[in-house]
């Protein structure tokens, strides 16, 4: 059995939630061997010694963290895990720096990690090598972080997969960013009609963005993806060193609050009305691309026209794609699909967490179909 606790039930971690609830009532499924221990939010927390109850999960806003729901402590919350029988696996559904900090002593606790937080394996190097190091071992804890990448689109587990088999990576080029990839395919279309900071406003209501929309249009959203990957592929690459085009008007970059910058957005849709309309004059669209260069140092985050015959323009909605170039594929292998969203998000996490079972021989049995 495996047990889990969540950091951080919110967009996100609650669809996680929902969907081991689904798992759990479904006649399709035999039991997952997986139950949630814990749970803990910026104000409350609580932690069993037996596994909630479905019922209880349905409700976890008012059952598990409401009222008699002890006041949160993240230090005491960990400690408290060492009475939990069996492997723990915390999931950190935060996008807290503070929060990643604490990855190495948990693991060094021998609690496994699953997270879609992308900022332990983006912020310095240091932390990510200590993270590699302490779940080295096949017997000891294990990481997965498939979601900080296209959400839950196998896009890390496929490059692992090409760099465990001996593949050599050329360049991986790509939308990463839901956001950014439903804001150009919505305003940078022919014909299209939305403004750029309505779409920037359904973006947002959607799901999509960061808790603040800033995080995506500065590019550094995408480019903790693109350091993501090139860290993965054995690149010494980082947000520091990387170019990034930052398309956040300069007037709102230090406006106090995300609430601020979206009411003040539409004050710059002529801005980018007139860079779309100079891209539609030569026949091409706008997209927001990171670029992992596998050969050399050239890697890249930036707003680039492609022509309307280019793969990268037809894209629909929120979707990511993901073109890996290497020496078995020079035609690249493409991942394309949803990369934003909680439901596309917790799958990659729910995922994750059958692997973690799976490692450790709690395999869940294939659906009675
Ligand atoms: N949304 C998406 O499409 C995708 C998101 N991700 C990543 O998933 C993660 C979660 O995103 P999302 O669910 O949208 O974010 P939300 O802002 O909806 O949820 C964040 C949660 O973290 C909690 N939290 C913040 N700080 C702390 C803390 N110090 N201790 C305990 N809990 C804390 C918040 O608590 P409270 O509720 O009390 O405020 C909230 O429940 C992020 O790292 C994001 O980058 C990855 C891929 C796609
Ligand atoms: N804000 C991100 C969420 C997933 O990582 C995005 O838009 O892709
Ligand atoms: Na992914």
Redo the contacts with the bound molecule.
């Keep these: 059995m495996l047990n889990v606790v969540i950091?951080?039930?919110?967009?996100?971690?609650a669809a996680l939630i929902e969907q081991l609830v689904a798992h759990a009532q479904s006649p399709r499924f035999a039991a997952l061997p997986i139950v949630v221990v814990g749970l803990?939010?910026?104000?409350a927390m609580a932690v069993s010694p037996t596994p909630f109850s479905v019922a209880d999960l349905t409700q976890w806003k008012t059952k598990i963290l409401g009222g008699s729901a002890a006041a949160?402590d993240?230090a005491q919350f960990v400690e408290s895990l060492a009475s939990i029988k069996g492997a723990t696996a915390v999931v950190d559904?935060?996008?807290?720096d503070?929060?990643a900090e604490q990855y190495p002593a948990w693991l060094s606790k021998g609690l496994h990690l699953v997270t879609?937080?992308?900022k332990a394996f983006s912020n310095d190097i240091s932390l990510f090598r200590r993270i590699q190091e302490l779940s080295s071992s096949p017997t000891g804890p294990s990481v997965y972080h498939e979601?900080?990448v296209g959400?839950g689109l196998p896009v890390l587990s496929t490059l692992s997969d090409l760099i465990r088999t001996g593949d050599k990576i050329v360049k991986i080029e790509g939308i990463f960013s839901?956001t950014l990839s439903y804001l150009f395919n919505s305003f940078s279309a022919p014909g299209a009609t939305q403004k750029f900071s309505e779409c920037v406003a359904v973006a947002k209501a959607s799901?999509?963005t960061?808790?603040d929309p800033r995080d995506d249009l500065n590019g550094m959203d995408v480019a903790r993806k693109v350091t993501i990957l090139g860290r993965v592929a054995g690149l010494d690459v980082g947000t520091d060193t990387l170019p990034v085009e930052n398309i956040v008007p300069e007037a709102l970059r230090s406006v106090s609050t995300a609430g601020e910058f979206m009411g003040r957005l539409s004050e710059f849709d002529e801005h980018f009305k007139k860079l779309n309309e100079e891209a539609l004059a030569s026949s091409s669209v706008l997209r927001y691309v990171g670029f992992v260069d596998g050969l050399g140092n050239q890697s890249s985050v930036k707003l680039a026209r492609y022509p309307l015959d280019h793969p990268f323009a037809s894209l629909k909605g929120s979707d990511n794609i993901i073109a890996f170039t290497t020496e078995r594929f020079p035609n690249p292998l493409i991942v394309q699909g949803a990369g934003?969203?909680?439901a596309v998000?917790a799958f990659g996490i729910f995922a994750d967490l059958i692997k973690v079972c799976e490692r450790f021989g709690t395999s869940p049995s294939e659906p009675k179909i």
Excluded: D, F, H, R
């Design positions: 950091v951080g039930p919110g967009l996100v971690g803990i939010n910026s104000k949160a993240l559904c935060t996008s807290s503070a929060i879609p937080n992308k979601a900080t959400a839901g799901g999509y960061e808790p934003a969203g909680a998000t």
